[in-house]
């Protein structure tokens, strides 16, 4: 499935096809920003939160950077125009982290200084630049944005992955008064000698980085816990965590992707905050190629979409 996703020829050729519609649309929210507000429009109508992405990612070309910046500086007063969150997800080397010097952390800025004004008035667990987290390499990097950004007293969130072998001390770096941390397994294909490579002890990492975001002593600090995953088990541990250590639904919550366990979102919307991760934009292939492969179930999608069955 990397490979798939990673041939940019195929990419190109699968991206102008309209026979694989039916995949894009299974994992995009659209194909241009109005689309994406509609999809979010039509979440927030069963109960479920969006954070628009703009597809694009490892981006060496200073005009892409651009457009995607000018994606991102459009998508927040639309969001507020239509009354939803003005929530955005950022992948630092789509807004220019490959091309050196200060790029990336004037994009950032300029990007949640666009979130920031989009929601003025609107409660702080709605207006939110998140970061995203990519590869290991970029990690540092990545939580020093996100705490230049809260300094300057703008709306960041970083996403931190369990599975790296740093992650205890990147949790309590930044679960402080006031922080938002959306935790994710990790799905990269890190070297071992970076993060760890076993499902169980993946999973032990995100329980024991659940009980460090969910601990009653961090519920009073206005820190934000946000918890990445489609793992029942998982859910049921956070939920169960978080009722021990008296956090109320709302107080923290749940993310998934667009078009991924869709009867599972539905079901654990009617009981906790849902927040879905809706990417938008043409270049819809490697995302939704990756997603065929973190869920095998859908591999038959794929299938079908590359025979041209309907």
């Known amino acids: 499935m990397i490979a798939l996703a990673t041939n940019e020829p195929l990419g190109h050729v699968a991206q102008g096809r309209a026979v694989l519609a039916g995949l ?19 979440l927030k109508a069963s109960d479920r939160l969006a954070s628009l992405f703009f597809l694009g990612e490892y981006v060496s070309d200073n005009r892409v950077v651009a457009r995607t910046v000018r994606e991102y500086e459009a998508a927040a007063p639309a969001l507020a125009a239509a009354g939803l969150d003005v929530h955005v997800s950022v992948d630092p080397t789509a807004i220019g982290s490959l091309l050196g010097g ?36 970029v990690t540092d990097a990545t939580i020093s944005m996100y705490e230049e950004l809260r300094a300057a007293g703008l709306p960041a969130a970083v996403t931190l992955q369990a599975y790296l072998h740093r992650y205890e001390p990147h949790i309590r770096r930044c679960v402080v008064p006031g922080g938002r941390i959306r935790l994710v397994k990790g799905a990269l294909a890190e070297p071992a000698e970076k993060a760890a490579t076993s499902r ?31 793992d029942v088990s998982m859910i049921r541990h956070i939920r169960a965590i978080a009722r021990r250590n008296g956090w109320e639904p709302g107080a923290y919550e749940f993310e998934m992707l667009y078009g991924v366990r869709p009867r599972l979102q539905e079901r654990l919307a009617t009981v906790e905050r849902l927040r879905l991760y809706v990417p938008f934009g043409e270049a819809w292939w490697p995302y939704a190629v990756r997603r065929v492969g973190e869920y095998p179930r859908n591999v038959a999608l794929l299938a079908r979409a590359l025979v041209g069955s309907k």
């Open 24 to 42: 894009s649309k299974r994992f995009v929210g659209g194909n241009d920003l109005d689309d994406a507000v509609e999809t979010a429009r039509r």
């Open 200 to 230: 169980d002890e993946i999973d032990r990492r995100f329980r024991v980085a659940t009980e460090l975001m969910l601990a009653p002593a961090v519920r009073e600090s206005g820190f934000y816990p946000i918890f990445a995953t489609h």
């Open 102 to 137: 200060y790029i990336w952390r004037d994009n950032a800025l300029q990007i949640a200084r666009a979130v920031a004004s989009a929601g003025k008035g609107l409660p702080a667990d709605r207006v939110v630049m998140m970061l995203d987290m990519e590869d290991s390499s």
